[in-house]
């Protein structure tokens, strides 16, 4: 069984960087078809996904957030990180990391596993 968990600072002002680590278990990052996602929630909205970096290394961005989005991995701590430079309140969230075996899935928010979500909120 694979578990996921989320962490960073709850805080951050507007126009500084959001940082978020996930950390696997039970499962390796580098294991075939596995694509790993960044989502999030915003208040009285649905699921957004922000991006996703594949068991390969390849990383892939909703475009409306590509230019302030990184997705990096430590494989050695089996962690994968977002990077969300230029926060303004509107990326006020409860941001997720999630698991699904194929592109279609993770596209389509239909993930097999899935962290408890840590709430970020971008205030000064």
């Known amino acids: 069984q694979v578990h996921m968990q989320e962490s960073g600072p709850g805080l951050v002002k507007p126009s500084q960087t959001l940082s978020l680590t996930c950390t696997v278990s039970?499962?390796?990052?580098?294991?075939?078809?596995?694509?790993w996602s960044w989502i999030r929630q915003p208040p009285g909205k649905g699921l957004e996904w922000l991006g996703a970096?594949?068991?390969?290394?390849?990383?892939y961005y909703d475009p409306s957030l590509k230019s302030r989005t990184s997705i990096s991995r430590d494989t050695s701590k089996n962690q994968f990180t977002l990077q969300l430079s230029s926060v303004t309140p509107e990326d006020t969230a409860v941001y997720y990391c999630?698991?699904?075996?194929?592109?279609?899935?993770?596209?389509?928010?239909?993930?097999?596993?899935r962290g408890q979500g840590t709430q970020v909120t971008v205030s000064s």
């Open positions: 970096i594949r068991y390969s290394g390849e990383t």
């Open positions: 039970g499962g390796s990052i580098t294991r075939n078809n596995g694509y």
């Open positions: 999630a698991n699904a075996n194929t592109y279609y899935d993770t596209m389509n928010l239909s993930y097999d596993y």
